[in-house]
């Protein structure tokens, strides 16, 4: 039996002149012990010098993603495990150049009382904010936590704030995955409540409970689902359409011709999780065929790179990705 070929230990270091190191290393260095784990490289912190120790390729891998480690220490970003898992799986792209957050990740909303700056975490999430700057239509597709409907509520609100739209349209479709809604206890508000709560409860991490509910009351922010939207125009709003893979392509029509003056809308989905009735077309799905060139309209898709939930979801995605279909039970 051929041994292995040895790989050479070689040793290197990092300047951190400058650098927060407990910004970058984490509290008790569990940041440094992360990359150690990750890359099988020994680390040690010597004065201004970030120490390395180990196979020479997985040296350079380290080396790679350190400088965009700094970069988001620099502009004051929080280096936890969401960051790190993006920033290392990224770290090198198919051309083996850096593709990690060596980007200006933008600052979407200040912190205030408890709450952190709001800032994009990757690059499809840049992307995704540039684009509903610039479109006034945005598609936007992804994977579970991928921030689809967080930005999309936390841009909604930073064009309230700016007087830029006067009110707020939620809108979801009323779609069973499992139970029917007029099974539901409750009036009709009860029944559509559940179908909502992902958009509360963004707007509720951003802006607060009390604060919603104030600006509900006075109809500023208005949640409906989807079949109440027709015949409509609005006008000075910003709508969001969740969950539009679950629209049918006449939903879908219907609620993109309802678009007034000085409104934006923002519609997001993932096409991979369609609840609709065996035969029907998901709306999002068509659109992406007959919009995707048409001024004024954006599309951004997403990925399991942009995923900032907790690091496990974008394995579990990736898992599915590469699993067998109901069709292929091999």
Do not use: W
């Amino acid at each position: 039996m051929r041994d292995r070929p040895r790989q050479d230990v070689v040793k290197a270091a990092f300047d951190l002149q400058d650098v927060d190191q407990l910004a970058l290393l984490g509290p008790k260095d569990v940041n440094l012990h992360f990359l150690e784990q990750r890359y099988g490289v020994r680390l040690g912190v010597r004065g201004r010098n970030l120490r390395l120790e180990g196979p020479a390729d997985r040296v350079r891998e380290l080396q790679a993603v350190l400088p965009d480690l700094v970069a988001m220490v620099r502009r004051g970003q929080f280096i936890d495990r969401i960051a790190l898992d993006y920033v290392c799986a990224s770290g090198q792209d198919a051309t083996g150049e850096s593709g990690g957050a060596d980007f200006e990740a933008t600052v979407l909303m200040p912190g205030s009382g408890r709450r952190s700056s709001i800032r994009v975490k990757t690059r499809g999430q840049q992307a995704y904010v540039e684009a509903i700057r610039r479109d006034d239509v945005v598609f936007a597709t992804g994977p579970a936590g991928t921030g689809k409907t967080f930005l999309a509520v936390v841009m909604a609100m930073d064009y309230l704030k700016r007087q830029l739209v006067e009110r707020i349209i939620l809108v979801r479709p009323a779609v069973e995955a499992g139970e029917q809604l007029g099974f539901l206890p409750g009036d009709l508000q009860d029944k559509i409540n559940p179908y909502l709560r992902p958009l509360y409860d963004a707007l509720s991490d951003i802006t607060g409970t009390d604060r919603i509910a104030k600006l509900m009351s006075t109809g500023v922010i208005e949640a409906s689902p989807l079949a109440y939207m027709r015949g409509r125009t609005l006008n000075n709003a910003f709508v969001i359409l969740d969950e539009a893979q679950n629209t049918t392509i006449g939903q879908m029509k219907m609620f993109l011709t309802r678009l007034g003056v000085h409104s934006k809308a923002v519609v997001t989905g993932d096409i991979t999780q369609t609840d609709l009735a065996a035969g029907s077309r998901s709306g999002l799905v068509h659109v992406r065929k007959i919009l995707r060139h048409t001024a004024g309209v954006g599309f951004v898709d997403l990925g399991g790179r942009d995923i900032v939930r907790h690091p496990l979801v974008q394995r579990i995605v990736e898992a599915f990705e590469v699993a067998p279909g109901p069709e292929d039970p091999s």
